[in-house]
């Protein structure tokens, strides 16, 4: 996983124009998240292909990545055809209850995981193409907050360290746990590791923004109180 | 004086005062240490010192100037190795971070990589040059820190815990590094609780004691000074409570090895002579 993410989080590869670049992917990607019928999607996902051919951009990060979303979203989409109403095209029976899988939703859940599968090709294709940092500075050009460009880069920079943490601190704890630990347990550790996760990733954001202050000697933002 | 920070009060947000009035000073080939307890403001007095925390009250001089009025073009002649390395390391790989600086100093990408392979053979950096910073061990990491700090070669290093997690090697190689920055006219300031570090080291000692900064004066007078040690919450240097065991404490006791084998070989000779 942490790998995958530091594939993204490099510079650009070919001197491209990045608000034109950064803005075609925003406009593109959002496109496709809202579209509602197949061929869109299609459409979208083989011009990422397409783009990547013609720059030369390696496919393995992005096979990763699309591999990655593939999986979560089939795993967020599978009570779709279940729950939506409609035609059943089969059925279980699970302990006296009927459970119908619906045309409906099978159709709903193709095209949710056909619109999230593109829209994350399209997006990454370009982060490969012009770099995340090309993204960022491209967001900078769009007059986007200063604050909310800098909290992506920093994020990008430290989702590896902000994994390898949270490993480190599930460890920690389960270090300290002797007896079998019940689901509601574990739920509640796993709960307080995210909330104290968010606390430590702001603490380390605004120690990075100190250490990437003290090694900019450019810039023209003043020394902030804290 | 080159660096001056005078009558500083601190506090974070909400908490209490840290720093009350915390006045030091450090001149040109001069190595200056500040100790004091685990939370007393170590760190924060660097932070302030480097112009990245903004303090309360008074005000830090660089060459007699506000440093705050220099910012932020000073920041090139000042190093901040951090305590924390995981928070001083932001850069993709070990590359970028020893260019990082370079890059906003040099003109070329020539110049830039030319420095930045003699630092990495300087320090010995050519197996991890291309990892990324998290996936080192923390020694390395230090390492790396304090190497993208000396790349840009600043006139003022500010070093926090710099020997924290380093076998003897690297600790060798940090005082050699400190010894030739002090020959060439630099300022530096370490903040540590390694007392043989600092015995080896400094040759003027400040101690933190509730907000206000004490001492400065020569460091041995400070190591052999059990109140300031106290207050530090150290131990002496080990050489020192040895002699003192064996009652052999005078006013010239040598306070590290190389300073009682030094001792020891003059009387020696001098037996012979
Ligand atoms: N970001 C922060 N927000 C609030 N309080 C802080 C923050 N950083 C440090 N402190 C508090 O300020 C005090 C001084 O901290 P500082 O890190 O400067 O001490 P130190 O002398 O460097 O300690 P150590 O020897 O453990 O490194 C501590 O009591 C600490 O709890
Ligand atoms: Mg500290």
Redesign the pocket.
Known sequence: MAETIDSLNTEARIPLNRPLVTASALILTSAVAFSHDFEFPLLILLLSIGIMILTNTPFRPWMRIITLTLAWVILVSIPLPFITPGEPVMSFTFNSMVLNITEEGLHIMIIFILRIVSASSIFTAFVLIIGWRGIIRGLEFFRIPRELTLLLKLSVIHIPLTIREAAKMISARDARIMKGIGVKKLWITLASVVGELFLRSY?RA??VDKAIKARSFESTDNFSR? | MLLRVDNIGFE?????E?LKEATFNADKGEIVAII????????????VAAGLLDPSKGIVYVEDKPLSEQLPKIRSRIGLVF?EPDDQLFNPTVYEELAFALRQLLNSVEEVDEKVRKITKKFDLKEIINKPPYKLSIGEKRIVALASVIAYDPDILLL??PTANLSSGPIKMIEEILQEAKKSGKVVVI?S?DVEFVASVSDRIYV?DRGSIIGGINARSILSDDSMLTIADMNPPLVLQTLRELGLESENTPMTIRELSKKACSEKTSKFT
């Open positions: 603490e605004w120690r804290f | 974070y947000p909400g908490g209490p840290i004091g307890p685990n939370g007393s403001g170590k760190t924060t007095l660097l932070m305590q926090d815990e903040a609780h933190i």
